[in-house]
């Protein structure tokens, strides 16, 4: 690794995902104006931040989607993930639920599942696979905690909006990723659905570190964890909901948009 | 619950693991093997259920089109490829195997020349190019029919999947690409014929192409050409593969993130569609005794992705039943109404993408469907293709 950022301690990893100056301009219109970022193994971070804040665009740099035009970013200390596609982040240990549910709306919700089995994902691999009872008892365990045991056999398309968010989660939990990236997980939910995606997302922090972006402030109280504000590309504010919600910067920036 | 489809592992039989639809066609093509070279033999030719010879060429070469509709569907239907210049492939297993029957002519030809074809002698051509070589042996041209389409699709889809070139410009360059071929075979130096392409035929692996007993044999292998190709086919989609492939298809960037490098399972579908195209063009040669630059024309490409969307992407047999169907149809109007045939398959085409955007086949199955459920209730059993948007 060639330039390993100064802050960082080691040789034991400090943090699972490190950001430091990370910038991305759209045709001069600066996405991301240098973003610095660190996430701590097993924590929960919600961000937050009016609409084209930067916060999906941090995403799609954190996933190899976007190459960032400056900037670090690194993933459990030392593996740099401006260098890396999609495909071998996710492999690395990332998983992704998109702003916009996207499921495989024309396979049923077992095999979305079975699709999202943590494992080689090569041809020849995929080609003969066979789904053995490990796998399959997997499988019905994250059913379980997605509440969708009883629609193993519904083509994902069928589904509602709320269940397709809780499926992309499902989907995530298959992966058995380290870092799960959640972009508004509850748009579009009820009350109680919104609940129960609070209580999903906390369970399944015990064990990942999470970062959610969201909108909806009573699903962020629900979280209980630390909040980033986002703000045209960059940080604004650090600290509990309750602490950012009484800086008077992010009062102007929501007041005042 | 029944998860049986998913569980299977990968060594179950190929015939015993194929859904119902797929043993019934297997059943038909067997009983069509069977009936068609009988009734050619047996039955005397003043019955009405003999099958002339001419027709037996005939359904040989609806065939080899029902295998190129099945390499198009398998790209198309289920990983959204849409390559509108699957007939390049076609052609070049075409043209290996017309080289082949061509030094197979030896000095019968006009000029009497025992080594080069009568193109080549009419040019003052002194000795075989060097790519010729070779072509007098069956077994490397039949090499040289899933070599030179394969090899080309990886060249090209390499460039293009990794490009991440999708949609409408993938279409595009497929065009560009088999026009291009057509404009270099039309060129006499190229040395493959030119603007007359390779003809006058005589005689593959020693058997008469005029013979009943030939066209038969080129009848049954056709037979066998598609079957295999529907094996083939219908392994893929059934694996896991083909399921990673329909997710590529609905959700790109989803299964991209899902950990799955979605260029080289395009690159790998691509390549094995193109090898099968490149083989159903080596059987319509000697069926129809000639090749010629024509079969690149971007039309011909175009007409092939008529007869998947007729007969329904996404099922392999409506891929074969709708090439099967649209080519009776030209047949039988190109003699009725000759003027009128191009119109008639723009129309179809358009009655096709307005009224049975599933084909055939997807839409007769949601018909099927939807009868069932009015009997038993709602279920979630309906084929993944033939969701309703
Ligand atoms: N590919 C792109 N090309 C051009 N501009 C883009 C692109 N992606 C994002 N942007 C712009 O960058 C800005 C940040 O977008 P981003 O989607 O990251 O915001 P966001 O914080 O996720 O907003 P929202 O809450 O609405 O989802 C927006 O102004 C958006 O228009
Ligand atoms: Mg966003």
Redesign the pocket.
Known sequence: MTSRPASEKTPEFASILYLDGVSVS??G?K??NSLSLVIEPGEMRAII??????????M?VITGK?RPDEGEVFFKGNIDLTKHDEAYIANLGIGRKF?KPTVFESQTVFNNLELSLKGDKGIMTTLFAALGDADVARIMEVLEIIRLSERANWLAGNLSHGQKQWLEIGMLLMQDPDLLLV??PVAGMTDAETEQTSDLLRKISENHSVVV?E?DMEFIRALDTKVTV?HE?SVLAEGSLDVVQNNQRVIDVYLGR | MDFSSTKKGPFVSLVTGLPGGGKTFLGILLVAALLVPLSNLLVPESSFFHVPTYMVSLLGKYLSFALLALSVDLIWGYCGILSLGHGAFFALGGYAMGMYLMRQIGDRGVYGNPDLPDFMVFLNWTELPWYWTGFDMFPVAMTMVILVPGILAFIFGWFAFRARVTGVYLSIITQAMTYALMLAFFRNDMGFGGNNGLTDFKEILGFDLQSDGTRLGLFVCSVIALAFGYLISSFITQSKLGRVLIAIRDAESRTRFSGYRVEYYKLFVFVVSAVLAGIAGALYVPQVGIINPSEFSPAQSIEVVIWVAVGGRGTLWGAVLGAMLVNWGKSYFTGALPEAWLYMLGGLFVFTTLFLPKGIVGTSAIWIEKIKNRQTGPASTIPAYVKEE
């Open positions: 759209f045709d219109f996405a991301l931040g009016p609409n084209g804040a930067g916060k999906t665009t941090m799609d976007t702003q972009d508004e972006v909108h986002l590309g």
